[in-house]
């Protein structure tokens, strides 16, 4: 971890501090998240996500609680594979991840409120030009005073494709080799369109900006054509943090050479330390340094004073699980329809090996469940706890004891917690882990310096740092031209700087 982590008294084992633990609020803008129909659980209050103040006091909830990050995910397109082609219905009644609201306009509202917690949010790379995808980030950037992450994703729903005007999605490949590509873009214009003493704002003289500090980009390349400048002067951190998820190989690819921390879901940690050691090992590759990336799993925390209130709690939460919309929710994250199957169809031998794969992973970590068929009934249940991602019920020990066997198997710096109510799940959790957590030296007592960036908080350092690749588009002060540009010819160098833009073109 960063500096930014004080250790608890008792943190030292054998001489030497643990490993503090990274925890996120893994959240989304939309009634029903991972959890399809808990929006009218007790203790959640999903469906007033349209308001503000709901987003301001749970920021307020977490950031006193001393949470590392709120992670917001998103979506470009509804979830309509189950009783589809192209069926919304199965997901409405549920609010399962519909309707979903963008989640960076949140950000200012809930920056102005707290004063250490970091916003992760998810904005896809596919569906947007990277000139004004640059200028949005780099404004919460200043509005948040750098306490923004950006979690890139390239989308793979149908269902955004075909909104987005395309008859089908984009290959898998070349959407990482467009990401690529448009990353440079980024790191152009964030990082090397304006001088880092560009910015005087001298009253006196009357000059806000050096005349000879901001320059073109010029980029021209197999996908984008972005003359440049950038539009927003450099804000707080210039390239905001740098979250990535993707768990395949080209993923991972991508993740190991442009992420800062890395977003990855798996049922068991020996699985999973599979995919750190392989991040780990092409951030390597990429001649970067393994402590400036951080690998973050999701999973879901069910706790309570003891193990069998935990249990029961778990009960409780599937009274109001709607199987439409888990369905609905299975559908989008897999592309599988289960309406196509019977009901009482065990998917241990399914037809399907990737269905009959993942009911093997939920299998093993579900206990008692070894020799049960793997029903739609029970897949729901499965999901309506959590989705996907591994789940952890019990006491505070119980938990404690399960999450630090994660660390310290898989590798992994730390959890994106998901909900099954919120704010309730997230009460709990600040209620009866962290204390557990804190207790134990794996989880930060308080913070080391007030209104750190994101980068400083995951990896210590405000800028990119150098081993990173978008550092070598940096135009530092003092240089006439930024050295990404040094090498080109004489006629470009020779660009005249940018021009004046007349008030409103």
């Known amino acids: ?65 001393g949470f590392h990050a709120m992670f917001i995910a998103d979506t470009l397109g509804p979830y309509d594979v189950y009783k589809g082609p192209a ?6 009644a549920a609010g399962a991840q ?36 640059a200028r949005r980030l780099s404004t919460v950037d200043h509005l948040s005073d750098g306490r923004i992450a950006w979690n890139i994703v390239t989308s793979y729903l149908d269902s955004a494709a075909r909104n987005h005007g395309l008859k089908e999605q984009i290959p898998h490949d070349e959407r990482y080799a467009i990401a690529h590509e448009y990353l440079e873009v980024l790191y ?37 054509e972005v003359p440049g400048p950038h539009f927003c002067e450099p804000s707080p951190q210039r390239t905001p943090f740098l979250f990535q998820a993707g768990v395949s190989e080209t993923g991972n690819g991508f993740g190991g050479k442009h992420g800062e921390a890395i977003f990855i879901g798996g049922q068991e940690p020996e699985l999973v330390r599979n995919t750190v050691d392989n991040i780990r090992n092409v951030a390597h590759k990429e001649g ?39 369905l609905a929710l299975f559908g989008g994250w897999t592309g599988v329809d289960l309406s196509t199957y019977g009901d009482d169809d065990d998917f241990r031998f399914s037809d399907s090996p990737r269905v009959k794969s993942m009911i093997r992973r939920f299998s093993a970590t579900v206990p008692g469940t070894d020799n049960l068929p793997w029903t739609k009934k029970r897949i729901v249940e499965y999901l309506s706890v959590g989705g996907l991602q591994a789940k952890v019920i019990g006491s505070p020990q119980t938990v404690a004891d399960e999450l630090e066997r994660w660390i310290e198997v898989s590798g992994a710096d730390g959890f994106n917690l998901a909900h099954i109510a919120n704010p309730g799940t997230f009460e709990d959790i600040i209620e009866y882990l962290l204390p557990e957590l804190q207790k134990r030296g794996r989880f930060r007592t308080s913070v080391e310096k007030e209104g750190a960036t994101a980068r400083e908080v995951f990896i210590g350092s405000q800028r990119l740092p150098e ?29 005249p700087p940018a021009k004046r833009i007349r008030t409103g073109e």
């Open 467 to 495: 081993d990173h690749p978008g550092s070598k588009y940096k135009w530092r002060a003092g240089e006439k031209l930024p050295r990404y540009q040094a090498n080109t010819e004489d006629s470009e160098l020779l660009q």
């Open 188 to 224: 152009k214009l964030w990082e090397g369109s304006f001088r880092d003493d560009a910015v005087l704002a001298d009253r006196e003289r009357g000059i806000y900006i050096a005349s000879d500090a901001v320059r073109q980009i010029n980029h021209k390349g197999k996908y984008f």
């Open 98 to 133: 519909y309707p979903v609201n963008d989640p960076l306009y949140l950000v200012p509202a809930m920056a102005a409120v707290t004063k250490n917690l970091i916003f992760g949010v998810t904005a896809s790379l596919t569906y947007e030009k990277p000139y004004s995808l």
């Open 1 to 65: 971890m960063a500096s930014d982590n004080k250790t608890a008294t008792n943190g030292h084992q054998n001489g030497q501090a643990k490993k503090q633990i990274i925890l996120n609020a893994f959240v989304m803008n939309t009634p029903s998240h991972l959890a399809a129909g808990l929006w009218r659980h007790p203790t959640s209050k999903t469906d007033r996500y349209k308001k503000l103040s709901f987003w301001t006091d749970l920021a307020q909830l977490l950031d006193k609680a």
């Open 288 to 326: 970067r340094d393994q402590n400036h990336i951080k690998v973050i799993v999701g999973i879901n925390v069910i706790v309570a004073a003891t193990d069998e209130e935990a249990i029961a709690k778990r009960d409780d939460y599937l009274n109001y699980a709607d199987q439409e919309g888990a």
């Open 87 to 92: 069926n919304v219905v199965p997901a409405l």
